[in-house]
């Protein structure tokens, strides 16, 4: 009789996993193809002047979730549940790392300090407008209870700017000053944000002091100091590794695999010591560029940059297909089903606080920056203030996997006042990406008619050659007041050169350093192994050691 129970049981789990596996198969193919949907619709509207493939992924995943809800009777409007996990330990490290390992490391340097200033400087600005906004005005509109911490996780959800989207505003080529400025500040801004939002969860901010704040305040500095640090470090053994072994002259397969891999490794590790993982996989992509890069095989150089490209356009469109789907979950929306009015009184109410958040550092910041500016062609004039104030509006799925880690656990969510934050992010998520973003391209070409496109430092081949005087090329086009003869620089004194003409000097110092002792031990251009009897790697070799730094 035992043995009967026990086998029907186990024929029952048996028929529930088989069905499992089938809905799991079946949700994946479906989503699949939506993504092959989406790939080809928007190469369709590549040159449509309002759309592009972050918008049309969104429509996709509103038009999929409005079909599976009614097929389903209203019980669902998704394939996948959504998970914050999913978001942070598989879709985001793709962005985020190609993002480091394409930027032109001459342009976000060139602007790095106006670019932290952007970042950090105006990320905090706009966090604190919006949690002071929220606590002011929230109480009005009686949505539920929410402690100082929920207010202030609300100002990190809400200032994280949607990087994704951004960088698909501008050209890197036709406005790669403008372009570097958004790109930089996206990544950052997003690093912040997050960093922001997981220093306020290790605290107990009912009890709030001065004590308090300056553990906050600490906490935030060390998690960005140590993260930007782990991920150089990953970079630099990345590329000591294959240097010292150089897995290419046996097999290309086995170095492209350990770039990949010691990438994600140090952004798991990031995640694993609670440090800002975004950061971290950020700068061991710009490492990995300059050293790892030029260290493996010319086919597998090619090969890296083309699947790293590849995997964050893919993980771009997932992110929007789903934030399109989840926009009409079901479960949510029933709690704000008797206020509509409410619902959309908050919304807006953030939309303005993201809105006034956003032009209160842009504007200020841009202003402090030009005074420190003695050429007029590196000021940054009122029509690119008004394009970087536009640009970063948008709002995304760092924004929304945010939301849901604090105010759903697994995805779901019971209390009234927590599906009423999840739904009014869902809202401003896709009025943001939706209508700034439709309105983004017109806006460009209404304030830069006729975008000068930098046909010198900026090109888009990091192998094209380059002469050595265009590395002391300044960004108005004219040469330095350096001039470089052999490895002496003559000219103006040191001091005043670095007063006068920062990027110059730092540049030079930076150079000579890396030439000395960082390429001559972890590899980089002009410091390729080289394989005896290989005419491409001896060509390659001698291309490189003429190219200037990207």
Not at 364 to 370: A, Q, T, V
Not at 432 to 454: E, Y
Request: hydrophobic share 50%; net charge neutral; charged share 15%.
């Amino acid at each position: 009789m035992g043995l009967g129970l026990d086998l029907e049981g186990l024929i029952l789990n048996t028929k529930v996993h088989v069905k499992s596996d089938y809905y799991y198969v079946t949700s994946i193919t479906l989503f699949v193809a939506l993504l092959c949907a989406c790939i080809v619709i928007g190469h369709l509207l590549e040159e449509n002047r309002w759309m592009n493939e972050s918008i049309t992924a969104l429509f996709f995943g509103l038009i999929s979730g409005a079909i599976i809800l009614l097929t389903t009777k209203g019980k669902s409007s998704h394939i996948l549940v959504f998970s914050e996990d999913l978001f942070f330990i598989y879709v985001l490290p793709p962005i985020i790392f190609n993002a480091g390992f394409q930027v032109k490391k001459k342009q976000f340097f060139r602007n790095f300090l106006t670019i932290m200033m952007f970042g950090v400087a105006g990320t905090l600005v706009s966090f604190t407008i919006i949690s002071f906004g929220a606590i002011g005005s929230f109480s009005r509109l009686n949505i539920g209870s929410l402690d100082i911490g929920d207010y202030l996780a609300i100002g990190a959800i809400f200032s994280a700017t949607d990087s994704v989207c951004t960088l698909q505003v501008l050209s890197q080529d036709e406005t790669p000053f403008l372009y570097s400025l958004v790109f930089g500040e996206g990544v950052v801004n997003d690093a912040t944000s997050v960093v922001l939002f997981n220093a306020i969860q290790k605290f107990d901010l009912v009890h709030l002091d001065a004590v308090i704040v300056l553990q906050l305040i600490g906490n935030f500095f060390y998690l960005f100091l140590t993260s930007t640090i782990l991920g150089a470090l990953a970079g630099l053994l990345s590329a000591y590794i294959i240097k010292k072994l150089y897995f290419g002259r046996h097999s290309t397969d086995r170095e492209v695999s350990l770039m990949m891999l010691m990438a994600y490794l140090s952004y798991m590790i990031a995640q694993l010591l609670d440090l800002s993982s975004i950061l971290t996989v950020f700068f061991c992509g710009i490492v990995m560029s300059h050293y790892t890069w030029h260290n493996v095989t010319e086919s597998s150089r090619i090969t890296t940059k083309h699947v790293f490209a590849t995997l964050s356009f893919i993980s771009e469109i997932f992110l929007f297909l789903y934030v399109g789907m989840d926009a009409l979950d079901i479960e949510k929306w029933k709690f704000v089903s008797d206020s509509p009015l409410k619902q959309v009184s908050l919304s807006s109410l953030l939309l303005g606080l993201v809105l006034v958040g956003r032009a209160a550092f842009v504007f200020p910041l841009s202003f402090l920056l030009n005074l420190a500016k003695k050429s007029s062609s590196e000021k940054i004039n009122f029509r690119q203030q008004v394009i970087i104030w536009w640009a970063g509006l948008m709002r995304g799925a760092v924004s929304i996997a945010l939301a849901y880690n604090q105010f759903t656990r697994a995805g779901h969510t019971q209390l009234r006042s927590n599906a009423i934050m999840i739904t009014s992010t869902i809202t401003v998520v896709l009025f943001s990406t939706v209508v700034f973003g439709l309105l983004t391209k017109p806006l460009i070409r209404l304030l830069l008619p006729h975008a000068p496109k930098h046909l010198s430092s900026m090109s888009s081949d990091p192998l094209s050659p380059k002469s050595f005087l265009s590395r002391l090329l300044l960004e108005n086009g004219q040469v330095s007041e350096v001039e470089a003869v052999g490895d002496n620089i003559i000219g103006l004194p040191n001091l005043r050169m670095l007063l006068t003409k920062p990027y110059a000097s730092v540049h030079h110092h930076w150079r000579r350093f890396d030439d000395s002792f960082m390429r001559p031990v972890f590899g980089g251009r002009g410091f390729v192994p080289f394989v005896p009897g290989s005419p491409a790697e001896r060509k390659g070799l001698a291309e490189t050691s003429i190219i200037e730094e990207q």
